[in-house]
């Protein structure tokens, strides 16, 4: 029995995802300098700019990396000029992560990458299936949120 994998949720979303990081990052290393996971690293950044600045392990539990994951490419994003390492003011062990001035210009550019990128992989689609695919994507992702949450119960 053949198994048609290319009609399985688990199947095409992953690979969906594969296809689109790795042309993501061919497209961020070419125009920016930056992978996709230090684009990544930078998105959590900005998501939480006007909150309490980030730890490299809140970063990590963020990112779904390991802290030592994390901590070395924080180290060569810093080294680069992309963040900044700040000690936070009530513990000193702690070093806040902040986006350097030219990472926000880097971000708008890789929102641009985004965009393109999605309207490349979407250009088969209607304007209604564009909003209808992301709809039913988020639900997907609201039930598997729920999920591990612990939730089993389906919302009606």
Not at 46 to 54: K, M, N, P, V
């Amino acid at each position: 029995m053949k198994i048609a994998f290319d009609r399985r949720f688990g199947f095409l979303v992953s690979e969906v995802a594969r296809q689109y990081g790795q042309q993501f990052d061919r497209a961020a290393r070419e125009k920016l300098g930056l992978s996709q996971a230090q684009v990544r690293l930078l998105a959590v950044l900005a998501a939480h700019e006007d909150e309490q600045a980030l730890s490299q392990a809140d970063l990590a539990q963020r990112l779904g990396l390991t802290p030592m994951g994390v901590a070395s490419l924080c180290d060569r994003m810093a080294a680069a000029g992309w963040i900044e390492r700040r000690p936070r003011a009530d513990d000193r062990r702690i070093n806040e992560l902040h986006m350097a001035p030219s990472a926000r210009k880097a971000m708008e550019k890789a929102m641009a990458i985004g965009d393109d990128l999605t309207t490349a992989a979407l250009a088969g689609l209607s304007a209604a299936e564009r909003t209808q695919l992301l709809a039913l994507l988020g639900k997907a992702r609201e039930g598997l949120l729920r999920l591990a949450n612990g939730d089993t119960q389906e919302e009606t």
